[in-house]
């Protein structure tokens, strides 16, 4: 591939960016300096909550673009682009269903914080991603003094088949994702990772053909058609290698920095 005129790259963090570990690639800091150099702007695009993605950068978090919440909440430095939020009358009617499910639990992202109800250890478990900035409640309904981006599931049996088809009746009215193995989301209807960086191409005026972007899951989807070079990680789901044009090492093999590091000029 000859040096293409890359002006943004956009990536998932779990199971792209990050390792198994959630642990930066150790030649990360040295591509974004490189990057950096050569003028292009960097976003990293997750259904984390804003201060789990925030943290993982450091000190160069400020001149990154944050695409939290699955796109829900968009962010460059302290400067707001964008702000999706769910209604609390919404937020009570996913309850109502969810509570009903078998296996699931359920994670309320907030501006501030996490909010869970049941600390059940083997849910716990699953909740790293959140470390630091995990509320327990005793009532999901009744949380003041926060606003609200995404409402999560975690499926211990499956989302696809046990959480998914019970919501069905929702999906033309909110954005309704399988984002991993155990895991569900539901945000705003505008809200997705695509949407949010088209709103980062326009800020900075960058084509898709300007653009390269690394996913793995159903919720890289619409980002990874806002890209040109658009990579599917190794270990990704069939349906985005179909999807993507190129395909790269896989998230425990720093992947998304090997393939940077022959996109982006020494």
Known sequence: MDMPDIRLVA???DGTLLNSKAELPPDFFDIFARMRRHGVAFA??????IHNMKIKFGGAANEIYFAAENGAYVLKGEREMLSLELTREQIRAFLEIARKIDGAYIVLSGKK????????????????SYSGFLKPVADISQIEGDVFYKFTICDLINPRTNSLPRFESLMGDFQIKVSGLKWMDITHKLADKGYAIKLIQDELGVSEEQ?????DYLNDIEMLKRAKYSFAMA???????KLARFQTYSYNESGVTKALDKLIGK
């Open 235 to 241: 270990n990704a789901l069939d349906e985005i290698k």
């Open 211 to 215: 653009t390269a972007a690394f996913g």
């Open 11 to 13: 990536s998932d963090m």
């Open 113 to 128: 914080f996490a909010y869970i109800e049941n600390p059940d250890p083997i849910f716990l478990a699953r909740l790293s």
């Open 44 to 49: 990293a695009a997750s259904g984390r909550q």
